[in-house]
């Protein structure tokens, strides 16, 4: 078979604290990276992170970032097959801020196929969800995987922001950088990611 499993593992973007984001956060990411090596996501585990559940408003968190995981995975159409928890986690009484960490598996059909280095003359763009909506975001995943057989590159774009997804890419490539102008009204709290093509396969990318 050419068949092949692609794996990711992601959290919340740093900083947040809003239980639901996070969960939304944690899985969209993971479904974004394994979509990016070219992989239809199948499946779901998580990990719950979290402070002293019996403050109420840790609680609260627990439960929303549950929400954002099942909202998330009911919009990819994928389950949640299983998951763990750790709790009361608190130091000097202060509890660490909401952080699901939700893995990803997906199935790649032919890894012969699936995107990997950019190359000398390859054309780089920028895929977005446009309103960051669930709809536009898993529309986005589910683009990224179709499209992946047609890509030499395609990269998630973090919460580290696109200079530093552009950098991982051309270090990745074996240091080749690309020179590309950054759209003026780019919006980092949307899912994005970049990807590099022939010239003359940008018309096959539209009809994914």
Known sequence: SLRGLAVALQGPAPGETDGFRAGVQATLGAARNVACAGGEPIGLTDCLNFGNPEKPAIAHELAQAVEGIAQAAEALGIPVVSGNVSLYNDADGTSIPPTPVVGCVGLVADVRRAPNRWRSGDAVLLATAPDGSL?????????????????????????????????????????????????????????????????????RLGSR
Not at 138 to 167: E, M, N, Q, Y
């Open 135 to 203: 709809a536009a975001e898993t529309a986005l995943i589910r683009f990224l995987w179709k499209a992946g057989p047609h890509l030499s590159l395609a990269h998630d774009v973090g919460s580290a922001g696109i200079v530093a997804t552009l950098a991982e890419a051309a270090a990745w490539s074996g240091g080749l950088e690309a020179a590309v102008e950054i759209p003026p009204d780019y919006d980092s709290r949307r899912g994005a990611a970049i990807l590099a093509c022939r010239p003359g396969r940008i018309n």
